[in-house]
């Protein structure tokens, strides 16, 4: 459950995707199960628990949003908990672009960027 400030990082994000109207709004829960339903438990997210959450693996975080997610959506946002610092207004961006798939950039390079 790391902070930014005095805000855990879920919140944030969830709050971001809220602000930019992105809905429904999924969870996959893993080792802070408890503790994430606790923190979004008035936030209107979906949770979703891993079957072994002493060792999620990413692409399997994935596979389960997406599944749950099929035929509900036209469109999917995706944001791993550790890509703790973008703005609604880049999920504004992102929604309104009529690509199949967007990929944010910083200056011109896919990804995080870095602190160099």
């Known amino acids: 459950m790391l902070k ?7 919140k944030r994000i969830v709050i971001s995707f ?3 109207g992105i809905f429904p709004i ?3 829960t893993g080792v802070d199960e408890d503790e994430v339903n606790y923190r979004l438990r008035n936030y209107g997210v979906i949770f979703i628990s891993i079957e072994q959450p002493e060792q999620p693996q990413l692409l399997d975080s994935v596979k389960i949003g997406l599944r749950y997610l099929s035929g509900k959506c036209d469109r999917i ?3 791993p908990v550790n890509v703790r610092m973008f703005t609604p207004d ?3 961006r992102l929604k309104n672009t009529a690509r199949e798939i ?3 950039s910083y200056r011109r390079c896919g990804g995080t960027p870095s602190s160099a």
């Open 4 to 10: 930014v400030g005095t805000i855990p990082v879920i």
């Open 18 to 20: 809220q602000q930019a």
């Open 26 to 28: 999924v969870v996959i």
């Open 77 to 79: 946002a995706f944001a």
């Open 90 to 92: 880049t999920l504004i």
């Open 102 to 104: 967007v990929t944010p």
